[in-house]
């Protein structure tokens, strides 16, 4: 995966998952989301890097957050975006793929945002497109979201600095879950002491302690001197059987509640990729209590998004020069 990503002198091309990819580079993409954190609390909130360039967000799954995130960081650099609604496109009426691809190259454009109901989608698109455009995967069904995972780990370090001594667990849906994959991967690359992840048997893929994790079945067992508890979204409408007796009886074995988070550390943060069930894998005094970091990870997410598109189109070098 690694190979189609990187170009020959290992920068950036491409964005599609975090397996594979070197440490010194996600180090990279959080240090260029600091410098252009600066950007988002300007009067001005705008920057050059990306003046003239035109990214087209292609959307084949419903999101409301991650593409108004993408389409602000793109604006935020200045550039021309392009919301393709895939619903009303000529995709729903039989165009492929590749003739999409050909059609929107024809209209010169630069990089492609995709998100997409089937694992692989990004990575297709990458080895087919033109050579002078960039892809960045923004989510493909269960395999990865790296954007989401590079946001969760700059939230992380800005809250607990060194990933080295750090225990994380990963909680709930972790077998349709893109962001469990991308920050398991994330997480063991950049080094943290233990990850664990905490899941009915029925959610945990088979398999998953070969990436060197540690599997929790009790909640309570799995939070145990934890630092960071990433809770994950129930994701019903990908399940094909009947995974959980009830979404009742799920909160009140893996809900996180206050009365559960009193015996993590004192300092543990609370994270979530959203969008919140509450009451389903989180209690909302525990979603608005002072622990929570999820919206602190949302406004991230603006300047991770702005790191790897400048990243991908090669605009670090006038970054530097503007600061």
Known sequence: MNTIQLDHQGRLKHFLGIEGLPKALLIEILDTATSLMSVTEQTVKKVPLLRGKTIVNLFFEPSTRTRTTFELAAKRLSADVLNFNINTSSSSKGETLIDMLRNLEAMHCDLFVVRHAAGGAAHFMAQHVA??????????????????????????????????????????????????????????????????????NTLIPKGIATLGVKVFNR??????NVDVILMLRLQRERMQAALIPSVHEYFQYYGLTEAILE???????????????????????????????????????????????????????ELKDTR
Do not use: C, W
Not at 181 to 187: F, M, P, T, V
Not at 263 to 288: C, F, K, L, Q, Y
């Open 131 to 200: 050579p002078h455009i960039s892809i960045i995967n923004a989510g493909d069904g269960r395999h990865e979201h790296p954007t989401q995972a590079m946001l969760d780990m700059y939230t992380i370090r800005q809250y607990k600095g060194d990933f080295s001594p750090l225990r994380v667990a990963i909680v709930g849906d972790i077998l349709h879950s893109r962001v469990a994959r991308s920050n398991i991967h994330a997480l063991m690359t950049l080094g943290v002491a233990e990850v664990r992840v905490i899941g009915p």
């Open 263 to 317: 015996t993590t550390h004192s300092d543990a943060i609370v994270m979530h990729p959203g969008p919140i069930n509450r009451g389903v894998e989180i209690d909302s005094s525990v979603a608005n209590g002072e622990r929570s970091v999820i919206l602190q990870q949302v406004s991230n997410g603006i300047a991770i998004r702005m790191a790897v598109m400048a990243m991908t189109l090669k605009a670090i070098p």
């Open 219 to 224: 909640l309570k067992e799995g939070l145990r």
